[in-house]
C-alpha cells in the first residue's frame, strides 16, 4: 500500500473513533499479514493492542471479516478449533479485508477498544478510503 | 506505586491466607501490567504461578476483574477468543483491579492456588488496602 | 502521549526519511514500552518490523539509546548477555529515548531499514518534536 | 523455603538498597527455579525486571553464582553458547545460590537495578539470612 494511502486510512479511522468520543486501537496489516500501521489513542486499554492486531491478522489469513470468521472458527462453528490455529485467532467482530476498488485484496485492518459495532463501525470507514 | 504500599498489600493477602488455612500465589502488577511483588507460600502448587499472574494481568489489561472478564472472553460470551488474546488471559475469579481512593487505576492482583472465592477474598483484601 | 503529538512524531520521522530517500520503519512506544504507533514505509525490508521495534524496547526498557546499550549489552561489554534479557535487546543505534522539554521520559522511538546513522536521525527528528 | 525465611529475605535486600540509595528488583527462586518472591522497588527501570529472573535462574540451574557462570559461559569461556540454553543465562554478576548453614541448596536469588557490584552486594545480605 502506498504510504499516502495508509495514512489516510488510519486518519480516518482515527477521526471517527474521535467522532464517537471513543478510544481504540488500529492496525492495518497488509495482504501478507505484516505490519503496515499501527495506532493506539490515548487512554486505550492495554488489552487492545492485541486484540486489533489478531482481528486484523484473523482478516488477512483467512480473507473473511473476522465477524464472519466468528460462525466456523467457534465451539458450535463447522470448524471448531480453527479459532486456535496461527496463533490465535479473533472469533468476533472488528477485523476486515481490505479491498482496492477493482476487489483485490490489499490487506486488512482491526480496530479494538470500543463496542464491538463500533469496533466494526470504525474499521469501515477506513475500508472506505480504498474504494474512493 | 510505592514500595510501603506494596508491601502492605502483599502482607494483607498473605496474612488474610494464613488465617483461612490456605496456600496462594500473590501476584501484583502496576497499571501497565509489569510485574511489582510476587509471592508464593510454602506448598503452594505450582501451576498457581502462572495462574495468578494471568488473573492479575486479565485485569490490567482490560481494567476489569477476571471473573467480569469471563462473562464476554468465554464460548458463549460476546467476544469468545478474547481470553486467548494477550498470551491467555484468565476468564475466571481472582483477579482484581487495584484503584486508589479517589478511583485511579494503580494495577492489579491476582491470587490463586485456594478456591476461587477463596482466592477473589484474599485479593480483596489487598485491594482494601489501597482504599484505606 | 497525546495523540497530536504521537502522530506528528511519526510524520516528522516519516517526512524526513521521504527527504533522504530511505524506506523506513518507525515504532514509538510508550514509558512502559506498550505499542503506541508504528508506520512501515512502502517497500521497507520485512526484518525491520521487529528490529525498530526492538530498538525502541531497549531504549525503553533500559531508559537508555540503544546505542549505549550496546556498550554493556555485548560480548565485550561489562554485562554480555544482557542483550540476551527481555526477549532480546537491540545492540545497536535507532533506538532513543523519549524525553520532554523538562526532561520526563514519554517512551522510546526506534527507527529501523536504512544505515544505522540515518536511522539514528530519522529517530532524533522526530524525539525533537517533544522538545519544541 | 519458609514462608518467614522467604520474607526476611526479601525485606533484607530491600533495606540494603533503599540505605544505598539504589532502585532494584529482587526475584527469589526455589532450588528448582520457580519463583517463590519477587520484589520491583518503585522507579525501577523495567529492564531489571527479566534480568533480575534471569539472574537467579542462572545460580539455581547452574548452582553457581551468576559472575562465576559468566568465566564459562561466553565468547572467550569454555563452553561459549551455554549463555544462550534454558532460555537465555545471565553472564554477569547479581545471580547468588542460596544456601542454608548446612550447606543445602535452598534456591537462588537475583538482583538487577543497580550498579554490577552494587546488585551482588544486596544479594549477598539476602543470602547472609539463611546462614544465620
Excluded at 7 to 28: P, Y
Excluded at 79 to 92: D, I, V
Aim: glycine share 10%; proline share 2%; charged share 15%.
Amino acid at each position: 500500500m502506498q504510504d499516502t494511502i495508509t495514512t489516510a486510512m488510519l486518519n480516518a479511522a482515527h477521526a471517527e473513533a474521535q467522532r464517537m468520543g471513543v478510544k481504540v486501537c488500529i492496525s492495518i496489516l497488509d495482504a501478507a499479514a505484516w505490519p503496515v500501521a499501527f495506532l493506539r489513542m490515548e487512554g486505550t486499554i492495554l488489552g487492545a493492542i492485541d486484540v486489533a492486531n489478531k482481528k486484523a491478522r484473523t482478516a488477512a489469513l483467512f480473507q473473511m471479516d473476522s465477524a464472519d470468521f466468528a460462525k466456523i472458527g467457534h465451539p458450535n462453528g463447522a470448524a471448531y478449533t480453527l479459532e486456535n490455529t496461527n496463533g490465535g485467532m479473533a472469533s468476533f467482530g472488528g477485523g476486515l479485508v481490505l479491498k482496492a476498488a477493482d476487489g483485490t485484496v490489499m490487506g486488512a485492518i482491526g480496530v479494538s477498544g470500543a463496542s464491538t459495532e463500533q469496533d466494526i463501525a470504525i474499521a469501515q470507514i477506513a475500508a472506505n478510503v480504498l474504494k474512493a
